[in-house]
């Protein structure tokens, strides 16, 4: 793989890298191996720029927020990793509309809606990721989701050019959107909120932070809730009830607190919560007749 016209880009264009990047520094499973090149672009023409370019040279890519629903091969990436870091402004517009750039973090999102009395984010409090792998998964929680707020994003399509959607044009259904599958760079979105009380916010907000700290393992490392959850069911109890409760790979356990989680106890790698995986898959089958589907998405070689 010849990365030498990348380098040349961003070194012509004072952009931020890092050759053989360990992205457990980058994930909040605190899991995978290194890619080859590492970038952290400033604005939308070097993401269009450096995609258009992967593309041409045909090295592979992977857009990157906060990793918080990433399980990253032990083997590394083999290729570039583009993170969206820095596409972190927040502007309000009209009062209840927010443009929020990518690569911002959701609570930071929420905070600054609370301090200017804008409602309908509080589902998201807490969620360890950005905006745009929010919009890319329709992520949600406490009977919000990012189809409730989400109004326009804009984005660099398969074709290197940058396009605009409306709300409709999202596709949006459980853990998913019309970007799932496709590899696109989310550059922002916007938000349409609705004026409330600054306490009323306030108390569904500390609620939501209340619960996360009672139900979920937050002190470990984790990618937050591994499976999707079939309908009429919860996940955390069809594991629970198959007895994996506290079960162990290697380094990666079957959260006690909700089975839901796979936790990194210290020293877990890609290959052990890949097992872990397997034989919940297994297990939950063969105890209840249903099949789980993985919501964290797997990169690397």
Do not use: W
Request: include cysteine; charge should be neutral; aromatic fraction near 8%.
């Amino acid at each position: 793989m010849n990365l030498e016209k990348i380098i040349n880009l961003v070194n012509g264009n004072n952009i931020p890298y890092k050759l053989n990047e360990p992205l457990s520094k980058h994930t909040t499973f605190k899991i995978g191996g290194n890619a080859d090149l590492f970038l952290s672009p400033k604005r939308l023409d070097e993401f269009k720029n450096i995609i258009n370019l992967c593309k041409e040279e045909k090295v592979k890519f992977f857009i990157l927020g906060k990793g918080s629903n990433i399980l990253v091969s032990d083997k590394g990436f083999n290729g570039v990793i583009i993170c969206t870091n820095n596409l972190n402004s927040i502007e309000i517009i009209n009062d209840e509309k927010l443009i929020v750039g990518a690569g911002t973090n959701l609570s930071k999102v929420c905070t600054l809606a609370y301090n200017n009395c804008l409602s309908g984010l509080e589902f998201a409090y807490g969620i360890p990721g950005t905006i745009g792998g929010a919009v890319y998964m329709n992520a949600g929680a406490y009977c919000g989701e990012m189809k409730d707020v989400v109004i326009e994003t804009t984005f660099i399509n398969e074709m290197g050019q940058i396009e605009t959607i409306n709300s409709k044009e999202h596709l949006f259904s459980y853990r998913k959107s019309v970007f799932s599958n496709r590899n696109i760079c989310i550059l922002s979105t916007i938000l349409k909120l609705k004026t409330e009380n600054k306490e009323k916010i306030k108390l569904i907000m500390n609620e939501i932070s209340n619960k996360r700290l009672e139900k979920q393992p937050l002190e470990y490392p984790s990618a937050g809730s591994v499976f999707k959850r079939p309908e009429g069911f919860y996940t955390g109890k069809l594991i629970e009830d198959c007895g994996l409760k506290g079960f162990i790979v290697g380094g990666a356990m079957v959260s006690e607190k909700h089975c839901g989680f796979i936790i990194n106890t210290g020293k877990a790698c890609c290959s052990d919560v890949e097992q872990l995986i397997e034989i919940i898959k297994q297990k939950v089958f063969l105890f209840s007749g249903v099949s789980l589907e993985i919501e964290i998405l797997k990169i690397g070689e």
